[in-house]
């Protein structure tokens, strides 16, 4: 295969990947990449932070109505933990695991 193919095809993975619900670490390992490498690839596609962007998952809390209110724990996939203070709004949340993604 040519060097151009190559480019090509790896840039088609990436593209892919953008709209995969599979994390780069998953989605790499399946098309034989590295994470590093898809990382890479996803870069010179030249829009590596349109689609990186996920919804947050939808939460049903059971039991008591009222609370007394306490710190969330978030674990990422890649196993780092996020503590939310109470009164911590969606927003600051967002920036927090939006400065953590790269490594997610």
């Not at 193919?5 to 034989?32: C, I, M, N, P, Y």
């Not at 939460?59 to 009164?87: C, D, F, K, M, W």
Request: proline letters at 6%; one cysteine or more; charged letters at 20%.
């Amino acid at each position: 295969m040519t060097q151009g193919k190559r480019r090509q095809q790896l840039l088609a993975v990436a593209r892919r990947w953008q709209t995969s619900t599979d994390t780069q670490e998953t989605f790499a390992r399946r098309h034989g990449l590295s994470r590093s490498a898809l990382q890479y690839w996803i870069r010179q596609t030249g829009v590596a932070g349109v689609a990186e962007p996920r919804d947050f998952a939808p939460v049903h809390v059971t039991g008591p109505s009222v609370v007394e209110a306490q710190a969330v724990e978030i674990v990422l996939v890649s196993g780092e933990r996020v503590v939310v203070p109470p009164g911590a709004s969606s927003a600051q949340v967002r920036v927090v695991l939006t400065a953590l993604r790269p490594s997610c």
